[in-house]
């Protein structure tokens, strides 16, 4: 068993972000994020839609996986947005776009924070519809059960852990760039992202010991 | 490879970004150690059920606000402000009134300057330096104030000088005369001198200095202006030899006041007399 997932699991970060809906396709020869933001930068504001097409549902999942809440999540990708086109001006040629925006996306979170408390995580109501490889129906209902206790698991987690993780894990953002994104080195992201995992896979066993109780 | 170690690397050795060789080494470690496959284990199936949690997809509302939010900003951006249009009409409104060819401007100039310089002769005096006084009342009454105004400035520069003792001030003139060549401010002391001093003797070494330079305008009208002020018949004797020495026809009046003045001592008037048939 464990020598069977030695084998499977063993793949770089992309691939298994590519199985997410959260991931930005990009075509390679469809104008780039960063392009299409120096245009919005020189006047073009109506480019902003491209980039909201792009990115609004990486960053509505980010949210959402951080507040728990629907609507406040909402909220939260369209005050991104407007403070893309308050501080186009502030946007440099050298950076990268994904960087930034999720930069300005943490930087309303903790706003969003400070005004509210944080609250426990709702489970999604789709957690039982999964579609999943399972064959069989008793597998399909332990599995969502797990993916139920995961999202709770989750949910526990400091702030800084809960991003960390859903940036890394859902939107492929690197090691280099959660250094730049957290302000540390990258071996500390490694590090904090270790302890990260450690208390997430700590509070999911835990979560199971207690529901085969 | 110590277990804790292995465990460090997890992150990378899931990433798949250890070197081929650290990679064998976490293999072979997990084969060979329970630990560590419990550890591995475990992980694999945290992140397993973590990149399996679905993704929520947003309503209809964020899409709806978000392009009203960008249609307002879009429009804002077509729409100049009222401050750009104002400096629009301005900037149409001299582009209007100056020619745009480069002779014309030139031409423009140069019409400009030329119609300048025609108006400006014309039309515009230059300002007076000073208030021109025309009235010979108020002339004479200016040049009197003038004259007081000067002997006061005097009478205060040898106040300032009577600090000193009298043989000092006796020594400074002969000082005076030892070096032969005196400039204006040097014969203006020695007038002031001559005008102020208490002493007899101090005026009349003054006087004497003064002998030296009696061809300069300035010492001539000194001695004429100090005469009449002048209490001492030693002292007005010598002034008068003074002016009649230099054939001063500017003194006959102040002579002629002498001669009439019955204050005056005999001696005095009767040399002012014989200084004005000789003038």
Redesign the interface.
Known sequence: ??AV??EI?????PS?VE????SVAVNPVEITDHDLMLAVRA?E??R??DL?ERY??PL??FF?RLTGQ?TA??DL??LV??RI?KYRHTYRDEGKFSAWIYHLARKVAADHFRKNAPVVLAE?D??HE?PDRAPHAADQAA?AD??A???RA?GTLPLEQREL?TLH??HNIRHEELARLFDCSVGAV?VR??RA?GA??ER??KLRQERAA | MNCQRVQ?T????????LTAAE?AAV?EH?KTCLTC?RE????????????????????E???T???A??DT??RQ?REPSPFALMRNRLDRFFENLVPTRPALQFAFSAVLLVAGVIVGARYLQPAATAPVVTDPATQSQLAELQQKVDSMSQLVAYSLAQQQPANTRLQQIAATLARGDADAKTLAGLVSTLAFDPSTNVRLSALEALYAHADRPLVRQGVLASLPREGSPLVQLAMIDFLTSVRDRDAAPAFEALTRDPAIDVAVRDAAQRALVQL
């Open positions: 068993m464990i997932l030695t699991r063993v793949h770089p970060c298994v199985s997410t809906e959260e006047g504001i109506a902003l839609g909201f609004h549902r509505y999942g959402v629907r999540s909402e990708v369209q947005f407007y086109l999604p789709d957690l999964v599995q797990d993916l206790l995961m999202h989750l993780l894990r859902f490694k992202m270790h995992l997430l896979r999911y066993f | 460090e997890f992150i990378d050795y899931q990433a798949g970004t990679s293999r997990l496959q591995w284990a475990g992980w694999q199936e945290t992140l397993l059920q973590l990149d399996r949690l679905p993704t929520e997809e947003p309503s509302r964020l899409r606000n978000f392009y939010m960008l900003h879009v951006a």
